[in-house]
């Protein structure tokens, strides 16, 4: 059993790149997110979604764009990629069933933006 | 909006002794709490969770958090800390609709042999 997988582990980008950051779940979940992780500020959200087909903005979604077209995959776009965007992200999953479900946290991307 | 704050950024102990890691919710509903753990080059790993009716819940590795309502808050502890506890903390809280996820901004727990 997979869990959450991320696709690329790592990746380095020059200013004004675009790329996409791939997250897939096998555990059937409603419920889909994006954070980022730096240092002295935890996790951030980026973007959700509590289904296929649909997204929502988070605590910082500036500079990114978010698809849900499939239930099992979360991709994580970046049209114009900023040095501020350089960071780990994280996807996560977890059941819609109840507000008490946990999220289950892929390994994580490392993005570096020169 | 919901949030959860930890205080303490980094918190060192020695072998052996008590773990304490504050987390402390601001909502005027409880929220469903959790606590993760995060290894060096790791995602993160649920410790615990709360859920309605226990106030005092265990999670793996010997941790546990007690729901104190009054203070708003659910602190991690365990009473001996041990080499492989190094690793950061996060506290995490769900909205009242249950569709977001929030976390802190984590503690960083050094265990000192």
């Known amino acids: 059993n997979a869990g959450v997988t991320q696709t690329p582990k790592f990746r380095v980008l020059k200013t004004g790149q675009s790329m996409t950051l791939l997250c897939a779940q096998d555990?059937?979940?409603?419920?889909m997110y994006w954070y980022r992780q730096d240092p002295g500020m935890g996790l951030r959200l980026i973007h959700y979604?509590?289904?296929?087909?649909?997204?929502a903005k988070g605590e910082v979604p500036d500079g990114y764009n978010v698809s849900r077209l499939k239930k099992q995959n979360f991709l994580l776009g970046l049209e114009s990629a900023a040095p501020s965007q350089t960071s780990v992200y994280f996807c996560?999953?977890?059941?819609?069933?109840?507000?008490?479900?946990?999220?289950?946290f892929g390994q994580g991307t490392r993005l570096t933006v020169v | 909006a919901q949030s959860v704050t930890q205080l303490g950024s980094h918190v060192s102990v020695s072998e052996g002794a008590l773990v304490l890691l504050r987390c402390n919710y601001s909502?005027?509903?409880?929220?469903?709490l959790f606590w993760y753990v995060q290894y060096p080059n790791q995602g993160l790993q649920l410790l615990l969770k709360?859920?309605?009716?226990?106030?005092l819940v265990k999670g793996i590795n010997g941790f546990e958090a007690e729901f104190k309502k009054s203070e708003t808050s659910f602190h991690l502890t365990k009473p001996s800390a041990h080499m492989s506890d190094a690793a950061e903390y996060f506290c995490?809280?769900?909205?009242?609709?249950?569709?977001?996820?929030?976390f802190g901004t984590g503690t960083s727990l050094t265990v000192i042999p």
């Open positions: 555990m059937n979940h409603e419920y």
């Open positions: 709360y859920t309605t009716g226990a106030t």
């Open positions: 909502s005027s509903v409880p929220p469903y």
């Open positions: 979604s509590v289904g296929e087909g649909t997204t």
């Open positions: 995490a809280v769900t909205l009242n609709t249950g569709n977001q996820f929030y």
């Open positions: 996560a999953s977890r059941s819609g069933r109840e507000r008490n479900t946990e999220a289950f």
